[in-house]
């Protein structure tokens, strides 16, 4: 089969943490359900099931042994050897993911060992993102001669994970622990957790190795609160719905491959952008002492990943259009946000990924030194669709952030606030910031729908 760009004509911790209470298990289940659904309804596929027909062999009956084998019998496979140009490596990965055309090892294996090489791939891409800190994501192609090299490669790293030791109780060592898969023809997903003198450190890796056919994709990312299976369960969820579109995309490399990769979800020409002269900057208007900058396209918008690290990926979360806004003081800084994504499914799924991150985060309690605390708040007067959390002191320091989510059709409003903040002010903050908000969702509504 011919090797031309069949995409052409087709178009995005370190915390040490408890287990959860049953009543935020319980929920994290609900608000994972409707997450599910949420991206199913924009047509995410998360597993491809590539199933490839075999005729029945043809027995002869009666005296007549000799009958002709039926010429619609299956010919030698011919397998796509490079990747296409337009693959969507990328789809779902954060902004400012860096493609190239060679893979680039970054992480170690199960338990420390080898990991995944992709020697004797035939052709590679890889793409790599940084947060510039710590954060790091990856996800690579590889492509080999047939499905039994594919195999064989995803077979290798597997047999890794069956040589692992237990974590020694002298110096720094890693335990990997497998979790459970079913995308593509085969898969395969672990998780590294380090550990210094026989205790978790909480930093962790998981991985994600699926084939389908002759080609095989990896996805790595690290994360914190790896002490937490809620966290680890969450991060395995969310490296899978990210690589959906992706791993649905490699039904070009089956024995039998699909005659047109599935469309881009969220690519329709209707989708909602925000409306010129949007006041995002309602009811903030610098004074003598501040100062604004916004709002803008791109201006900074706001940063969940000080809450805890089970935030870092779930904002914005590709959206179809942006628009950010910053007043800074003294001793504050409030910033608002607004994303649009191509429905409100969509959005609601973006929004259901912040709560589900932010029940891990809180349910941890704090930092293990017992300084930095998180609390998902419920304020009166709070909008439906919306989810509030703060960042505090809880040694009565003072200093933090309160944060509140709210979507109103395919558009989310996220906005956090910095300031002095102490267990005792937290509650009227975030009444204060209902308040403020309030100017800004009216004019979602009359722009969005309710």
């Not at 110096?171 to 898969?187: F, M, N, R, T, V």
Request: hydrophobic fraction near 40%.
């Amino acid at each position: 089969m011919p090797d031309d760009d069949v995409f052409a004509t087709y178009k995005d911790l370190g915390v040490s943490v408890h287990p959860l209470p049953a009543s935020e298990v319980r929920r994290r289940g609900d608000r994972m359900r409707r997450r599910r659904t949420a991206l199913a309804t924009v047509g995410i596929v998360a597993a491809v099931g590539v199933l490839v027909a075999t005729p029945l062999a043809l027995v002869a009956g009666g005296d007549d042994s000799s009958r002709p084998i039926d010429p619609a019998a299956p010919s030698t496979v011919e397998w796509r050897t490079t990747v296409p140009d337009d693959f969507p490596l990328a789809s779902g990965m954060p902004d400012g993911a860096e493609r190239s055309a060679d893979y680039a090892q970054q992480v170690v294996g199960p338990c420390g060992g080898p990991g995944f090489t992709a020697e004797g791939a035939l052709d590679t891409e890889d793409v790599i993102w940084t947060d510039g800190v710590e954060a790091s994501e990856q996800r690579a192609l590889a492509v080999y001669a047939d499905d039994t090299a594919a195999a064989a490669a995803l077979d290798d790293v597997r047999e890794q994970l069956g040589a692992c030791e237990e974590p020694s109780e002298r110096g720094d060592s890693i335990a990997a622990a497998e979790q459970p898969s079913d995308l593509g023809e085969e898969s395969f997903v672990f998780v590294n957790e380090w550990y210094a003198a026989g205790e978790p450190t909480g930093e962790a890796h998981v991985n994600q190795l699926v084939r389908v056919g002759n080609a095989v994709l990896y996805d790595n990312a690290n994360f914190g609160g790896a002490g937490d299976p809620a966290v680890v369960d969450l991060t395995v969820a969310q490296t899978r719905e990210d690589s959906a579109y992706a791993v649905s995309s490699m039904c070009v490399f089956a024995a039998d491959p699909c005659s047109e990769p599935p469309a881009e979800p969220g690519t329709t020409e209707d989708a909602p952008s925000i409306p010129a002269g949007f006041a995002l900057d309602a009811g903030l208007a610098p004074d003598g002492d501040s100062q604004a900058v916004g709002p803008s396209a791109d201006g900074d918008g706001v940063d969940l990943s000080s809450m805890c690290d089970t935030l870092s990926s779930t904002w914005p979360a590709a959206p179809v259009d942006r628009l950010a806004y910053a007043l800074s003081g003294p001793e504050s800084l409030r910033v608002r946000e607004l994303a649009t994504y191509p429905s409100p499914e969509r959005a609601a799924g973006v929004l259901a990924g912040v709560q589900d991150a932010v029940a891990a985060c809180t349910a941890a309690g704090g930092t293990s030194d017992g300084a930095t605390a998180w609390t998902e708040l419920e304020p009166d007067g709070a909008p439906p669709d919306s989810v509030t959390f703060a960042q505090y002191q809880s040694d009565g320091g003072i200093g933090g952030v309160v944060y509140q989510l709210t979507r109103v059709g395919p558009a989310v409003l996220a906005t956090s606030w910095a300031a002095e903040w102490s267990m005792r002010t937290l509650e009227p903050g975030v009444a204060d910031l209902t308040a403020e908000n309030a100017p800004v969702v009216e004019q979602m509504v009359a722009a969005f729908g309710d």
